[in-house]
């Protein structure tokens, strides 16, 4: 039976629920059975947020297990490195070289890990992990808010699907006037994984 | 029929349109907010933001009595508040279908405490149905409605935040609403069924008793109870969002799915039991399945395998099934622990005010008078979080006050306060502020009033002077109520302005006369309010740590200094106000 897991980590506000929903979409596409979780309310205030989405030929749970997500993205360094439970030696990390401060580091009362310590987490619990910078990627372009595109763009070469598929659910669910902007973050987060 | 991605609220307000429900009420609470919000935009139904869960279930049952279809949304704890109208509606009954959706949440996501409101179904003697995905989520409400009519009950519809908040596909309909009565509906004047002296409530619950008796019997047969035939050995009996991670789990065994839990069918459960070897009930929260069927006389397992705390996860259930023996050990345990100890050595990040929210002004002043601070419900709850400190009790919506109040009379030698916003205020606020001022109180109360429920995502409210479905009304105005409820001593003013803030907050905090003070800002999320960052003077920057006080997110302790981020801040200057050394300096736009 197949299935894919993936599970998006970030801070509120940083649109992962917009990326989910491109990605649920894009699985329907495929021609998958598609479920997805989220939890909204405190997480909006700058708190941690997940996002959950499964394509299956058949899925019950909305929620991935954990030691069973084939693809983390992980909107922000030290978010991706939250979930290493949710992960196994086959899992694909792909992280937004991109850190926001919690309050207790602005408080200068923890210390934000290093790039290298983050990366040696991620790497003990993963298979392969992979960064893009991201956010710098989305304010070339104009919008660093286009991130969720820019992440979908670099996993989209991985999971496979036409670009059609991807084009096509980015252009129901963004904007009109933002659609040529979000197809370039599209195509350079491909790029940016060779 | 084409299918579409819907999360179990944007599925009950479906589920409740295409049933022809036309009068729906409601108060946000996360999980449950959307529903309402959803239902709202479907043409041709009344639906309102009311002040608290019991005015939402009043004005439900209402439309209900006239013989209009209609449904109450709301969470968890929202059925404490309306509680009482719900017994007497099932001691009653109704006429119109009415369908009350009540949203768990396990776990704790955005509440005080994770309450199983299955119980409410036993407790108050009124049935219950638990869809496990927005389809059944749909279905159930349109079921919900077709039994309350049939059987003369309210119906609840129980969601949890993993069915509220989770988007699975959902069938779209080709059919209509019904379409409404041609003549205006009539309220028929029985009085023996609607007027609940004790006399004719004495008739009425026999009426309950035996209509229980007949839901079980229809229980027995409903299709939203299944059997699931496996291999026999292994008897899960599981609703709602167990039921996914159950099936997730036990890919062999029988399964017995209730889309109705209450009240339980006996007889299915004795004929499931008798056809498997090993019965097990998967149920997050309370061993309400289980405790039921143990008094049947059925051998069941159940809380001795999974936890009565916190919600269920498809690992949760593998990990106790494995333990209990019920499915083969898997590999990775001890990786998993080691993973998860990695994991708790990042620095957490919890919620916290935004930046340019009124409220950290106010909190700063409140953190600086030293006074004991008795809090509510809101965004504002977020003041007694590190570095701010500045709340030291929060119960329920509308508590502090009250609470605020008994301290006083205990005569504790803290001055005190209680804080709570707008729309908690109309929620709950108005009865306990009345009580200060009736029986002697000293009490300040402070309303954050930031024009908006902003917690559970910018929902209007009686002070806002917009309806739900946007239609312009009557703002009420919270200075004009209070003084005429008989407060004398009041101010209302910008939190922002912290000098004069502290000394009207002194002034208060001191006078024995009970008082209120109106800390009015408009939430900036809502507003939409940014302004230029202002700039760090880096040279004057005394790295004194005061800014860094304010607990606002894009102000940083850098290298012998702060900086701040320009990405995250909202250029309210607040830091600019309380940096003895001017050494952040506001910008122009």
Known sequence: MKKVDFLMAGVGGQGTILASNILAGVGLELGYEVKKAEVHGMAQRGGTVESHVRWGDTVSSPLVEEGRTDYLLGFEMLEAARWPTYLNKESFVIVNRYRIAPPAVNLGKDEYPTEQRLDEMLKESAGKVIWINGTELAAELGNPAMIGVVMLGALSSMVGGEDDAWLKVIESLVPAKFLELNKKAFAAGRNSIQ | ?589
């Not at chain 2, 129980?158 to 309909?173: G, L």
């Not at chain 2, 009015?520 to 920057?541: F, H, I, M, Q, S």
Request: one cysteine or more; charged letters at 20%.
């Open chain 2, 1 to 589: 029929m084409a299918k579409k991605l819907m999360t179990g609220n944007e599925a009950f307000a479906y589920g409740a349109y295409l049933s022809g429900v036309r009068v729906g009420a409601a108060y946000p609470g996360t999980p449950s907010t959307e529903i309402m919000d959803n239902f709202s935009r479907y043409p041709g139904v009344f639906a309102e933001w009311s002040p608290n869960e019991k005015v939402a279930l009043d004005v439900a049952i209402g439309a209900s009595y006239a013989g209009e279809r209609a449904m109450a949304s709301m969470k968890h704890v929202g059925v404490n508040v309306a509680s009482d109208s719900l017994f007497y509606a099932v001691y009653t009954g109704l006429k119109g279908g009415l369908a009350l959706v009540a949203a768990d949440d396990p776990s704790m996501h955005s509440s005080q405490n994770e309450q199983d409101n299955r119980n409410y179904a036993k407790f108050a003697k009124v049935p219950m149905l638990e869809p496990a995905d927005s389809e059944e989520a749909k279905q159930y409400v349109g079921l919900a409605l077709e039994m309350s009519e049939q059987f003369d009950t309210p119906l609840i519809v129980r969601s949890v935040t993993r069915i509220s908040h989770s988007s699975t596909p959902v069938e779209i309909e080709d059919r209509q609403p019904p379409p409404p009565p041609e003549d205006p509906p009539v309220y028929e004047r029985d009085v023996r069924k609607f007027v609940m002296v004790p006399a004719n409530a004495r008739h009425r619950h026999p009426v309950v008793e035996e209509r229980l008796r007949q839901l079980a019997e229809y229980a027995e047969t409903t299709p939203v109870n299944r059997i699931e035939e496996g291999s026999g050995e292994l008897g899960i009996i599981a609703a709602g969002t167990s039921y996914q991670y159950a099936r997730e789990v036990f890919t062999e065994a029988s399964f017995l799915k209730l889309g109705m839990v209450y009240p339980l069918p006996e007889k299915l459960i004795r004929q499931f039991a008798s056809s498997v070897k090993t019965l097990v009930v998967v149920e997050e929260l309370d061993p309400f399945f289980e405790e039921q069927i143990r008094l049947m006389g059925i051998e069941v397992r159940g809380k001795d395998i999974f936890p009565i705390i916190g919600e269920f996860s498809p690992a949760i259930v593998r990990s106790c099934a494995a333990k209990a023996g019920l499915i083969e050990e898997e590999q990775g345990q001890a990786e998993s622990a080691a993973a998860a100890s990695r994991a708790s050595e990042l620095p957490v990040r919890p919620p916290m005010l935004c930046p340019g929210c009124g409220h950290r002004a106010l909190f700063y002043n409140l953190r600086e008078s030293g006074a004991l601070v008795l809090g509510d419900i809101g965004c504002y709850t977020l003041g007694f979080a590190q570095p701010l400190s500045a709340m030291h009790f929060t119960g329920c919506m509308g508590a502090s006050i009250g609470v605020a109040h008994g301290i006083d009379k205990a005569k504790v030698k803290d001055r005190t306060c209680a804080i709570l916003g707008d729309s908690t205020f109309f929620h709950s606020g108005l009865h306990p502020l009345i009580d200060v001022l009736y029986n002697g109180g000293s009490t300040t109360t402070i309303i954050t009033d930031n024009s908006v429920t902003a917690m559970t995502g910018m929902q209007q409210h009686p002070g806002t002077g917009i309806t739900l479905q946007k239609q312009k009304t009557k703002a009420v105005d919270l200075e004009k109520l209070i003084r005429a409820i008989g407060f004398e001593k009041v101010d209302v003013l910008d939190p922002y302005d912290i000098d004069a803030m502290g000394k009207v907050l002194n002034d208060h905090l001191n006078s024995e006369e009970p008082s209120v003070i109106i800390s009015k800002r408009p939430c900036v999320l809502y507003t939409r309010e940014k302004n230029p960052p202002p700039r760090v003077d880096e040279e004057a920057c005394a790295d004194c740590g005061i800014c860094l006080d304010l607990g606002c997110s894009p102000l940083m302790q850098d290298e012998g200094h702060v900086s701040i981020d320009p990405i995250l801040c909202n250029g309210c200057n607040l830091c600019v106000k309380v940096c003895p050394s001017e050494a952040i300096i506001p910008q122009q736009s």
